[in-house]
């Protein structure tokens, strides 16, 4: 019964190749997430997608493309990788702040990139 | 105008002794400050958060202070305990935004036994 899954978990690959995560939540929330937490541990929002829409794209390469397929899924394609992508990539979900008032997020356990 | 500084990068606590970390943030149209647990190998998870409209929240060994006026908020954990170690982040978002979360840098606890 795990909230926000992602697969895979570990992922390597070289650089030029393309991959994609793939994010889950059963809490029946609205709005999911990409964050990038980087070698320092800083966590940056990538996009968020509610209810299929999406809502925030932040400065991020256009070699990354979110796509939602309904609100329970949110998956991360990357194109040509590059060495500055090697991160974990994590997945979160919400409520739905701007509708319903909450705005707590729930992570997915990540995905570690590794581009060599 | 978008960040939120946090410090220190790293702690180290004894056992039973309190853990300090303090959060400052420059938008003022900010009003929900999560703090989030982040174990090596896991994803974050969300401990405890506040809005402006109270000073202090409560929340078994983990208090978040806020002062509004001085735009900083601080996470006390009472009683530290070595599975307290971990990373931790504040964080800050705006309501009727996208629910966009600016998290601090993360600080690094050590709680020693």
């Known amino acids: 019964d795990t909230a926000v899954s992602q697969t895979p978990k570990y992922l390597v690959t070289q650089m030029g190749n393309d991959k994609s995560i793939k994010c889950e939540q059963n809490?029946?929330?609205?709005?999911m997430y990409w964050y990038k937490q980087d070698s320092k541990k800083f966590l940056k929002i990538m996009f968020s997608y509610n209810n299929k829409e999406l809502i925030i794209n932040e400065t991020v390469p256009n070699r990354f493309s979110p796509k939602s397929p309904d609100k329970a899924h949110l998956n991360l394609h990357i194109n040509s990788l590059e060495l500055g992508d090697s991160a974990v990539y994590f997945c979160?979900?919400?409520?739905?702040?701007?509708?319903?008032?909450?705005?707590?997020?729930?992570f997915g356990p990540g995905t570690r990139l590794t581009v060599t | 105008q978008q960040q939120v500084k946090q410090s220190p990068q790293s702690l180290i606590v004894q056992k039973g002794g309190i853990s300090i970390i303090n959060c400052a943030y420059e938008?003022?149209?900010?009003?929900?400050f999560p703090w989030y647990q982040q174990f090596p190998g896991k994803g974050p998870a969300l401990l405890i958060a506040?809005?402006?409209?109270?000073s202090e929240k409560k929340e078994g060994r983990f208090t978040i202070s806020f002062n509004k006026s001085a735009k900083q908020f601080s996470l006390h954990i009472m009683d530290s305990q070595p599975g307290d170690s971990a990373t931790y982040f504040c964080?800050?978002?705006?309501?009727?935004?996208?629910?966009?979360?600016?998290f601090g840098q993360g600080t690094t606890l050590q709680v020693k036994p």
């Open positions: 809490l029946g929330h609205d709005t």
């Open positions: 979160a979900s919400s409520p739905g702040g701007i509708y319903r008032g909450r705005y707590e997020q729930y």
């Open positions: 938008n003022t149209a900010f009003d929900y």
């Open positions: 964080a800050a978002s705006r309501s009727g935004n996208t629910g966009k979360l600016i």
């Open positions: 506040i809005r402006p409209d109270v």
